[in-house]
């Protein structure tokens, strides 16, 4: 199975978007703590309105039956005044009575606009003041419930990246490959005898199919005479000596060295 090139970009992802799955949940679990609390608050604040609102009903209903009972004592006292029995007994007067007559209608009146006026300008006004009171209520536990959580934009996960990996093995795989042909033909490569080997070695046992005649050729008396005294390397240096039944050679060998 091939190595993921992109396995920490998406283990960072998935990272990112546990933290915020955790964080989602942990906001919703607290919104709720929240709701309920709100929902517990508007609902006292709506019992609290409509107790209220009873209250001021019942005030005015309890305005309505003292002005009632004023206005019973009132008529009691008008129909139990002398000057009214005198005036229903006899006599032909038209005004009798008239000035009690009037004094019974004054208070009727006054008591009828208390009763008008508490079950209308003045229970709507308290209704305003009662109902204002209720939205503000309701406002500062919705300030307080606050927004509910959004599970926000998406994460997005990086595709999986196999055939770089792939490319990857495969390269290092052709590096230590080629790193062992270079070891094996080092091992097989033959070494290269150095100048003074070349000097050194025995050519006694060499022998060629061209019938070539075998020189020796003494190079450490070259080398000697020439840093002794300066002998010219164009001539060569042939111990006569070991050459047996060939003739002698009287052209001379140009020796590179």
Known sequence: MCVDANASAR???????MEKDAKYRS????????????????GENTRGYSIEISNDL????????????????????????????LAKQAGRSRTAGRASMLGLLRSQGTLESSVRNE??????????ARLAKL?????????????????????????SDRLSGALSIASQIAGIVSGFKELGAAQKTPQVPSFGELVDADLSGFTSSLNIPRYDFDFSNAFSQSFS???????????STSLTGIAPISSSYNIQF
Not at 119 to 128: E, K, L, P
Not at 229 to 239: L, P, V
Request: proline share 4%.
């Open 11 to 17: 283990h960072a992802a998935k990272q990112r978007w």
């Open 119 to 128: 079950f209308g300008i003045n229970m709507q006004r308290r209704y305003r």
């Open 135 to 159: 939205q503000n209520q309701q406002a500062q536990a919705r300030n307080t419930l606050g927004v509910k959580p959004e599970y926000g934009a998406p994460v997005l996960m990086p595709p």
């Open 58 to 85: 019942e005030r005015a209903r309890y305005v309505q039956g003292q002005a009632l009972k004023a206005y019973e004592k009132g008529f009691i006292s008008y129909q139990t005044n002398k000057g009214t029995a």
């Open 27 to 42: 906001e919703s679990l607290k919104f709720f703590n929240r709701e309920a609390q709100a929902v517990r608050k508007k």
């Open 229 to 239: 005294s300066g002998i010219d390397f164009n001539q060569s240096f042939i111990n």
